[in-house]
């Protein structure tokens, strides 16, 4: 049995607009708003499946409200220092609860199943609004994990106080980092043949993918590789640097407001990101060579979409696009390209997706 989790409140249709963006025939049926809060109920602890059951039904165009929880136990925050009144319940709650776990350690919300989408298709992801749920991060690293474990044979955790007032997280005296809030983990279900994956390492699912860039006004597209996406969230950041080195964040609890369209006009092999200045080409492997050479061919890829030769999208790439390292810490490293939109700014259909 699915379990439906909707406010039902209808908004004027934002899809349409969105729609004709993306290429889309406009919708005519108003869009609805949902809403779907972490609980043992409508979570997915450590994995992406395709046979995992849906706590959510949308339809392509509604906007969805999703609650995220962080990353750690209720005793851990509470031995680093979190007064017992300032852990969620809801973290609580599933730490008691849930006994379906694993093999990776992070709380996602969801599966959502989204009608209509279906494998070959593209879920994109309009990440509308991201806020600061609690008032706290964490950042910790353990023996084991992270980039340098040789050097750092040990755990520690720091909390990190959060001012939603300034957007400004209080990591020291004297020391100030502003907040840029995004979501370390979006993804949906592998192929069925793949099982039941660990939510850790990012792939052609999206997934972990702790890209920095995601933040509220981006969008995420992701390939669709079974029926209903099973789209998953979590995994919230206050901020991060690229790299990721110590293997956490600003690890906290964070609520996101995002629209879903299925695009059935668009096919990728891996993740692309967009925001307003640039678009976002990504590769993950467990080789962090193999991981860019993936990312500048989805780069060359991209550019020849819009009218580029194969010699000149490569002789563009190095030129005007510059190579990050997204993460180096969480099984497949990652890579992104970001291409600046402004360098098409003189050529015909510069903006079009």
Request: charged share 20%; aromatic share 6%.
């Amino acid at each position: 049995m699915f379990r439906r989790i909707s406010s039902r409140s209808v908004v004027l249709l934002l899809a349409a607009t969105t729609s004709v963006a993306s290429g889309v025939a406009a919708q005519t049926t108003a869009a609805v708003t949902h809403t779907l809060m972490p609980s043992p109920t409508t979570v997915a602890w450590g994995f992406y499946d395709a046979a995992a059951k849906p706590v959510l039904h949308i339809n392509s165009g509604d906007v969805i409200v999703v609650g995220t929880l962080l990353t750690s136990s209720p005793k851990r925050l509470e031995g680093a220092g979190v007064a017992p009144a300032d852990v969620e319940q809801s973290l609580r709650n599933i730490y008691d609860s849930v006994t379906d776990k694993g093999p990776g350690g992070h709380i996602l919300t969801g599966p959502i199943y989204v009608n209509g989408a279906d494998s070959g298709d593209v879920l994109e992801i309009h990440i509308r609004k991201i806020d600061l749920a609690i008032p706290y991060a964490y950042n910790a690293f353990g023996g084991k994990g992270g980039f340098l474990p040789e050097d750092f044979g040990y755990s520690k955790m720091r909390i990190i106080p959060l001012d939603k007032r300034t957007m400004l997280a209080h990591f020291a005296d004297g020391i100030e980092i502003p907040l840029r809030p995004f979501f370390g983990s979006i993804g949906v279900a592998p192929p069925a043949s793949m099982g039941r994956l660990n939510s850790a390492p990012p792939g052609i699912h999206a997934g972990n993918l702790d890209n920095k860039e995601l933040v509220a006004g981006t969008t995420l597209y992701i390939p669709v590789h079974t029926a209903g996406a099973l789209l998953e969230i979590g995994d919230g950041h206050a901020g991060q640097g690229n790299g990721e080195v110590d293997i956490t964040a600003l690890e906290t609890s964070l609520v996101g407001t995002f629209q879903v369209v299925v695009r059935k006009d668009m096919h990728l092999t891996w993740p692309r990101g967009e925001t307003p200045t640039h678009w976002i080409a990504m590769g993950t492997d467990k080789d962090l060579v193999q991981a860019t050479k993936t990312a500048v061919r989805q780069a060359i890829e991209f550019l020849m979409s819009r009218g580029l030769s194969k010699d000149d999208a490569y002789m563009l790439t190095s030129v005007a696009c510059d190579v990050d390292v997204t993460q180096l810490v969480d099984g497949n490293v990652g890579v992104h390209v970001m291409i600046p939109k402004s360098i098409f700014a003189g050529r015909a259909g510069a903006v079009q997706r």
